[in-house]
């Protein structure tokens, strides 16, 4: 069949990668789909396109690859491939485990962005790039961030958020060349529709272990709890990366996907709470000793995230995101945390019972979107 246009999503079959290649596929009926599998991922690829319909598998196309290396791991006749077909590129793949190396950050979050705008060049019929950023290159900083700023003298707290910010600053120099944009998601949560997520980390942590605290124990927060947190769903990051992949006004911009009405990390816990049937303590944890709240028993697997979490739930800062709301006004809105909550802590209930019932553990630490997951 003709297709209207061709599409490269990296980062596919990570969680982020997949649900854009969901997204697409479903809104653009007559659009074909090339996704960057590597090798060692081609078992849950083939996972996910078993739950696809026929016409949705028939218009995926998988070429094996690592989006990190030379001409993305293909063949030379692949890659031209690309280049004389694809309209669209959606880049995603990267690295976001706050606990990995320096090298395996650099490795794939600078490797990956210089190797999709080098394809970018080569594209014959290239209308738009879209560069998966995120927010938390803003690094230490407090107060509020800007869409257009990056280099603040702002320090790093881990090799993932110093690479994702050098990964930017490498593609906003292309902006003059390229039809380029940036988005910048806020911390992602999962679905708002079903709740699924890909792992526990960040606030997940802190729903795990109101989850797994009696419910006659009061649980102190590891920070005052005044702090914004913004959290953003899946789904929302998704259509909204699409939507501005296809405005003119998008290019050569960078666009923060915030939640418009972030509660404070203390109303986001005592909603969490109520759904769960436990309470917070009126208490709280300084965040030097608020790895003790971690202590939980079963916690210990995901402690390399409990730094990044406690940061989290402890900077305040405000993502001002007037350049994204102008673009998707009246098109894609953030939904209210409150909406949604539920689900996402029923989806955690679950596969806490499913761990219990000694089914095979499905979180890791190894989060790249070129590793398992």
């Given at each position: 069949?003709?297709?209207?246009?061709?599409?490269?999503?990296?980062?596919?079959?990570a969680?982020?990668?997949?649900?854009?290649?969901d997204?697409?596929?479903?809104?653009?009926p007559?659009?074909?789909?090339?996704?960057?599998?590597?090798?060692?991922?081609r078992?849950?690829?083939?996972?996910?396109?078993?739950?696809?319909?026929?016409?949705?598998?028939e218009?995926?196309?998988?070429?094996?690859?690592?989006?990190?290396?030379?001409?993305?791991?293909?063949?030379?006749?692949?890659?031209?491939?690309?280049?004389?077909?694809v309209?669209?590129?959606?880049?995603?793949?990267?690295?976001?485990?706050?606990?990995?190396?320096?090298?395996?950050?650099?490795?794939?979050?600078?490797?990956?962005?210089?190797?999709?705008?080098?394809?970018?060049?080569?594209?014959?019929?290239?209308?738009?790039?879209?560069?998966?950023?995120?927010?938390?290159?803003?690094?230490?900083?407090?107060?509020?961030?800007?869409?257009?700023?990056?280099n603040?003298?702002?320090?790093?707290?881990?090799?993932?958020?110093?690479?994702?910010?050098?990964?930017?600053?490498?593609?906003?120099?292309k902006m003059?060349?390229?039809?380029?944009?940036?988005?910048?998601?806020?911390?992602?949560?999962?679905?708002?529709?079903?709740?699924?997520?890909?792992?526990?980390d960040?606030?997940?942590?802190?729903?795990?272990?109101?989850?797994?605290?009696?419910?006659?124990?009061?649980?102190?927060?590891?920070?005052?709890?005044?702090?914004?947190?913004?959290?953003?769903?899946?789904?929302?990051?998704?259509?909204?990366?699409?939507?501005?992949?296809?405005?003119?006004?998008?290019?050569?911009r960078?666009?923060?996907?915030?939640?418009?009405?972030?509660?404070?990390v203390?109303?986001?816990?005592e909603?969490?709470?109520?759904?769960?049937?436990?309470?917070l303590?009126?208490?709280?944890?300084?965040?030097?000793i608020?790895?003790?709240?971690?202590?939980?028993?079963?916690?210990?697997?995901?402690?390399?995230?409990?730094?990044?979490?406690?940061?989290?739930?402890?900077?305040?800062?405000?993502?001002d995101?007037?350049?994204?709301?102008?673009?998707?006004?009246?098109?894609?809105?953030?939904?209210?945390?409150?909406?949604?909550?539920?689900?996402?802590?029923?989806?955690?209930?679950?596969?806490?019972?499913?761990?219990r019932?000694?089914?095979?553990?499905?979180?890791?630490?190894?989060?790249?979107?070129?590793?398992?997951?």
């Open positions: 069949m003709p297709y209207d246009e061709v599409t490269l999503v990296t980062g596919y079959p969680f982020r990668g997949r649900k854009m290649v997204h697409l596929l479903k809104v653009r007559r659009s074909l789909v090339y996704v960057v599998v590597h090798e060692k991922l078992r849950e690829a083939e996972l996910h396109q078993a739950g696809l319909s026929h016409s949705e598998r218009r995926l196309v998988v070429m094996e690859g690592d989006a990190a290396a030379m001409d993305l791991g293909l063949s030379g006749a692949e890659y031209r491939e690309l280049g004389s077909r309209n669209r590129i959606h880049h995603l793949a990267q690295v976001t485990y706050p606990g990995v190396s320096r090298a395996m950050a650099m490795e794939v979050n600078l490797g990956a962005t210089r190797e999709i705008l080098e394809l970018g060049r080569s594209c014959s019929a290239l209308q738009s790039i879209v560069i998966h950023s995120s927010a938390s290159v803003a690094g230490d900083r407090s107060g509020v961030v800007y869409e257009h700023e990056l603040v003298g702002q320090s790093f707290r881990s090799p993932v958020e110093q690479t994702l910010a050098r990964a930017e600053r490498i593609a906003r120099a003059g060349e390229l039809p380029l944009c940036v988005v910048r998601p806020t911390h992602i949560v999962g679905d708002s529709r079903t709740g699924e997520v890909d792992r526990f960040g606030p997940y942590m802190m729903m795990r272990v109101i989850l797994s605290t009696p419910s006659e124990v009061p649980i102190p927060l590891p920070a005052r709890g005044d702090a914004r947190l913004n959290l953003v769903p899946i789904d929302f990051v998704v259509a909204a990366a699409e939507h501005v992949s296809r405005l003119p006004a998008a290019v050569g960078t666009l923060h996907l915030a939640d418009p009405q972030p509660l404070d203390r109303e986001v816990f909603l969490v709470a109520a759904a769960a049937g436990r309470k303590s009126t208490r709280f944890i300084p965040s030097p608020a790895q003790a709240v971690l202590g939980v028993p079963g916690l210990s697997h995901i402690s390399g995230s409990q730094r990044a979490m406690i940061h989290l739930l402890a900077t305040r800062v405000r993502y995101s007037s350049h994204a709301d102008e673009l998707l006004s009246g098109s894609v809105r953030c939904p209210p945390l409150k909406s949604y909550l539920e689900r996402m802590v029923e989806f955690v209930r679950l596969r806490l019972e499913s761990s019932k000694g089914e095979p553990e499905w979180l890791s630490e190894d989060e790249t979107s070129l590793g398992p997951t």
